[in-house]
């Protein structure tokens, strides 16, 4: 399956990480398909031109779920000593989280405990090995347990521990946490506990991440590569290492990523397993104050190619300023701020508004006609008073790429949808209109935009 010998890694300034991230293989059963498509993504990551620095295994290694321990002894050490013997630990440590193939109930958490006791001692006293953070010079990694049976089991996860480590830390440059389940929902997969961390609990740890200043949440479970941003922290689902039956299989690929983070910030590239890049993300994007974008209009807009949004090796972001106050009225129509035509007689491939009785910033894309729109969700505009806000669309993170903030100085959040796709299958349209709705403005909508791309070539050596 791999296609290539040799893959060029993103590198780091000296004083960086280089390092690599996955999970879900559900492996460790010798002959089983998992442990053929195992080998395939492990061969990625033997054919990088420069060995990362540590590697960072966020859950579900083996199969496990058996109630006999010797079955998942067996499993464990088949992982390691045939699956993994490929890689010097001591060399290149690998850190794990939790998972729910491995950690189910109280026999599997003392089998992980024994497996793990080369992981630092140094998470709460009643989780060693389970949850630990290890520290390597201005990076803070810290790995929390997401099934803990003390606090509810599969779903869950312990904040005191947590918020106490970031504060004694607050030194570190980079901060990254790693966890087994998603915070943010991931293709519209959703369920509190078995899907997701449990909703208040997910967002009382949420608000820790944001309040000490990490810079991404890692995580797997759900079957897909994704990627999102809240707050200004983002989160990363890879669950990719090997389990087969992916969610959409149309749309997710077997994959890992490799990724440098440096002064610079955040860049990695998801690699699959014939070693191509699929996606790739740079971050955080800097923008010049919004004081200095430009009037948009159509023909501003003719500025972009139609595949401007289409180019894997081609990140290209696209933000817009909108200033105005609404009337008020108790029954509102949809009001529009940003509509991107189609052609023919078709439905906006695009539209940007105002909808419903609590004035909700909407997205419905629609990129193939004659079928339904797919929608996302922002924030609540005032219609009391004018309001300003701004609106992103970064072509390099897939269903996540949709953003809002306030303001230059907020930090951007992902608008909440059900998709597993983004802007990647929306051609730019040249033909566009804007708060053309009569009757509804008290002060008319204002639109200013920029657009800027950048090459995943300008990070590779």
Request: hydrophobic share 40%.
């Amino acid at each position: 399956m791999l296609k290539r010998t040799s893959i060029p890694v993103l590198q780091a300034a000296p004083n960086g990480q280089q390092f690599v991230m996955y999970g879900d293989s559900c492996s460790g059963v010798p002959g089983a398909l998992h442990e053929g498509t195992f080998r395939q993504v492990n061969a990625v990551i033997r054919a990088l031109e420069h060995a990362p620095q540590f590697i960072c295994f966020t859950g579900d290694e083996i199969m496990g779920l058996t109630s006999d321990a010797e079955i998942l002894r067996r499993q464990w050490d088949h992982f390691y000593q045939r699956e993994m013997n490929w890689l010097d630990r001591n060399a290149i440590p690998l850190y794990h989280t939790t998972g729910n193939h491995t950690v189910y109930d109280s026999a599997s958490e003392d089998i992980f405990r024994e497996v793990m006791a080369h992981l630092p001692q140094n998470g709460p006293a009643d989780q060693r090995s389970l949850s630990y953070f290890v520290r390597r010079g201005d990076l803070l990694m810290i790995f929390v347990n997401t099934l803990w049976s003390h606090t509810g089991g599969e779903g869950t996860v312990e904040t005191e521990w947590l918020e106490s480590t970031l504060t004694h830390h607050a030194d570190a440059e980079h901060k990254l946490v790693f966890g087994h389940h998603p915070v943010w929902v991931v293709n519209g997969y959703a369920g509190d506990y078995q899907r997701n961390i449990e909703f208040h609990t997910g967002r009382r740890f949420w608000d820790i991440l944001v309040q000490q200043g990490v810079l991404a949440y890692v995580c797997s479970h759900i079957l897909a590569y994704d990627v999102q941003v809240h707050d200004g922290v983002l989160q990363i689902c890879s669950a990719g290492a090997g389990t087969a039956h992916r969610m959409p299989e149309s749309v997710e690929y077997l994959h890992v990523i490799q990724a440098s983070l440096d002064e610079w910030g955040l860049c990695y590239q998801v690699l699959d397993r014939a070693g191509a890049v699929r996606e790739w993300l740079s971050w955080e994007v800097p923008l010049p104050p919004s004081a200095r974008w430009t009037n948009f209009d159509s023909q501003s807009a003719r500025a972009l190619p139609s595949d401007c949004l289409q180019n894997v090796d081609r990140a290209t972001m696209v933000v817009w300023e909108m200033v105005g106050q609404l009337n008020p009225v108790e029954n509102r129509q949809p009001i529009t701020l940003l509509c991107a035509h189609a052609e023919g007689r078709a439905l906006p491939a695009l539209w940007l508004g105002v909808s419903g009785v609590r004035n909700q910033l909407t997205l419905l894309l629609r990129p193939q006609a004659d079928r339904s729109p797919y929608r996302w969700q922002g924030p609540m505009l005032p219609t009391q008073q004018p309001f300003r806000v701004q609106f992103g669309i970064h072509s390099g993170m897939g269903p996540g790429g949709f953003l809002w903030r306030w303001q230059d100085d907020d930090p951007w959040s992902s608008m909440i949808g059900a998709s597993a796709w983004g802007a990647e299958r929306l051609r730019w349209s040249h033909e566009w209109t804007s708060g053309d709705d009569e009757g509804t403005w008290a002060t008319p909508l204002s639109l200013r935009w920029h657009h800027q791309s950048h090459d995943l070539s300008d990070h590779l050596p």
